[in-house]
């Protein structure tokens, strides 16, 4: 009677507050069709872009004939122009047209581009004749080469939208004014690295076998349907998604607050107290005590400096204390940022020397099969993504409820940890290649050296578990330091942090290809001829700097758990950030 009588009830309400009721109804509905429609086109456009990026080399080494210093400066100038494009994609997203344009019109360039690559394997014209005579091969024509180039740069485009904002447009999409939007995104960034983990695997596993194996224009429309597919998908959902509207750059605000206090860098700035800012009315930023030189842009140093609306005359000279404390913001995760590059420059030798190693192993699995080159960075994303799961789903869960604490890993932890594990990536590395040039030249100076590419897996593996302790804290560690205002800068600031290690590592290819004539270490043909070892132990070097910078300086920069005060909830929060405590709604406490 009871469970009668409070059906009969809720049908009632119903009935009186059918706008509320259908209204809550439409909000659970439109949620899950957000959340349907997000994965689907994460899924897609990962699996169309990152099927091409894992087996770029193997394409121009087999199809363009490229070798050597060439070979490598092409693949990581690209990715390099990938991410650091994304800067442009942040700032046009935040100042013109918004994060959902923003994706559009990059998923679109990366349609274009992945069309025109498509093109280039499927016209033989398009590109130079197969080599059959190692290593005097006809290289591709310039016209063959700009083709190629405005491919690639198109997909580089294409990135620079869709990777600053696809995080940011995700975490749009949570209400984090409530308990409930808080603890999903309280495990959102590992969990959207591991799709797109879990998107690599695939596009590693079947597709990159189909190019390799079967046929590259094959291996090359199935991406590009599936990003056709995934435009469409995101085109479908446009009618449920959170779209929040551009409210300016935090780019141009930068730089107004870097010229405004070069401007007032002779202004005394002994006593805060006796001192005037300008921060508007509905501006609830605290100012904070770090890298005070930066408060001069907000001084008023004289009542001219505003018009009679009490708005700055002049806005390169003048600025609020908000574009004062976004800048702040920014400066005080480059300590730990420089630590970032130098992880991802290990990374980045897995994606081209490393696959250039098992092109020149044994790869044959019974009598007929060949493991595809590219299948070699399936396992450091096959690594991650268990680490991942381990740490998610059972680590943490598990010693929640042993200790009655939170279990998780601090961030200098995890970055630390990231470190030492991409130090001996590189030692690894080194042994390796030793070990399978040495039995090249043992096998009368054979191309294919007779050790199995199966010995690569501990290199690569390592390579994994280094993303997953040192990338995903990184990329927690900005978004954290950054405001609501600048979540999409934060994305871009880790997209910039990869494109930097790859023009790094091109640079450092190039150095030590100079120093090293006429006997080089890298370059040319044969890895036979070379001494990658001797290159993986520098780079082991620079991991040993990389992780005595990060003890005693950039670790400075990451406090342990503070308390803060959240005003919006009027509970007390533990954050893991560095300097002075920040709310969720992008307001600072000095702690």
Not at 7 to 30: A, D, G, T
Not at 202 to 227: D, E, H, K, M, R
Request: proline residues 4%.
């Amino acid at each position: 009677m009871e469970a009668q009588s409070q059906s009969k009830n809720f049908e009632i309400y119903k009935l009186f507050n059918r706008p509320c009721y259908c209204q809550v109804v439409n909000h659970e509905m439109s949620q899950r069709n957000q959340e349907n429609v997000g994965k689907g086109n994460e899924s897609f456009e990962k699996l169309a872009s990152m099927s091409l990026v894992m087996n770029m080399t193997v394409y121009l080494r087999s199809n363009y004939n490229m070798s050597g210093i060439f070979l490598v400066n092409v693949v990581t100038i690209w990715i390099g122009t990938s991410n650091i494009s994304s800067l442009a994609g942040a700032y046009v997203s935040d100042a013109y047209v918004g994060k959902y344009r923003t994706l559009l019109y990059g998923s679109i360039a990366s349609l274009v581009g992945m069309g025109m690559m498509t093109l280039t394997a499927g016209v033989p014209h398009f590109r130079p004749p197969k080599c059959t005579d190692l290593p005097n091969c006809i290289q591709p024509e310039n016209w063959q080469l700009a083709l190629l180039f405005a491919g690639l740069g198109l997909l580089a485009i294409g990135a620079g939208g869709l990777r600053p904002c696809g995080i940011a447009f995700g975490a749009d999409q949570f209400d984090t004014s409530t308990a409930k939007g808080r603890k999903q995104l309280e495990s959102f960034f590992n969990l959207w690295y591991l799709s797109f983990t879990l998107a690599l695997i695939v596009a590693l596993t079947g597709v990159v076998y189909i190019q390799t194996n079967i046929s590259w224009v094959i291996g090359f429309a199935i991406p590009t349907s599936c990003l056709l597919f995934s435009v469409i998908i995101f085109l479908i959902g446009r009618h449920t998604y959170i779209m929040k509207k551009p409210e300016g750059s935090v780019f141009s605000d930068i730089v107004k607050v870097i010229v405004a206090s070069i401007r007032k860098r002779k202004v005394a700035y002994d006593d805060q107290s006796k001192c005037l800012f300008y921060n508007p009315l509905d501006s609830h930023v605290i100012q904070t005590q770090r890298f005070k030189c930066l408060d001069k842009a907000a001084m008023i140093v004289d009542s001219n400096e505003l018009n009679s609306k009490g708005l700055p005359e002049n806005k390169w000279r003048l600025c609020s204390l908000q574009q004062v404390e976004n800048l702040k913001c920014v400066v005080g995760i480059l300590p730990v940022w420089v630590s970032g590059v130098g992880c991802m420059l290990v990374i980045d030798q897995q994606s081209t020397f490393g696959v250039l190693q098992a092109i020149q192993m044994t790869r044959t699995i019974g009598s007929e099969f060949a493991i595809p080159p590219g299948w070699m960075t399936g396992i450091a994303m096959v690594t991650l993504s268990v680490w991942i799961f381990i740490y998610e789903g059972i680590y943490v869960p598990k010693l929640r409820k042993l200790l009655k604490r939170n279990p998780r890993l601090t961030m200098v932890m995890r970055v630390r940890i990231g470190i030492i594990m991409s130090i001996l990536c590189m030692v690894t590395a080194g042994i390796i290649e030793r070990k399978r040039r040495d039995s090249a030249l043992n096998n009368n100076n054979a191309y294919i050296a007779p050790m199995h590419v199966f010995w690569l897996i501990p290199q690569f593996m390592l390579s994994g578990l280094t993303e997953a302790f040192d990338s995903v804290a990184i990329m927690e560690f900005f978004t954290t330091q950054m405001p609501e205002s600048m979540k999409t800068v934060a994305s871009a600031i880790f997209f910039i942090t990869l494109s930097i290690s790859s023009y790094l590592s091109s640079l450092i290819i190039n150095v030590i290809h100079k120093l090293t004539e006429p006997n080089p270490w890298l370059g040319g043909h044969d890895l036979n001829t070379n001494r990658l070892d001797y290159y993986y132990y520098i780079i082991a070097g620079f991991g040993v700097l990389n992780l005595i910078y990060f003890t005693f300086i950039g670790s400075k920069f990451v406090a342990p758990a503070k308390i803060m005060v959240v005003e919006e909830e009027e509970e007390l929060q533990q954050v893991e950030e560095g300097g002075d405590g920040r709310n969720l709604s992008g307001a600072y406490h000095e702690l």
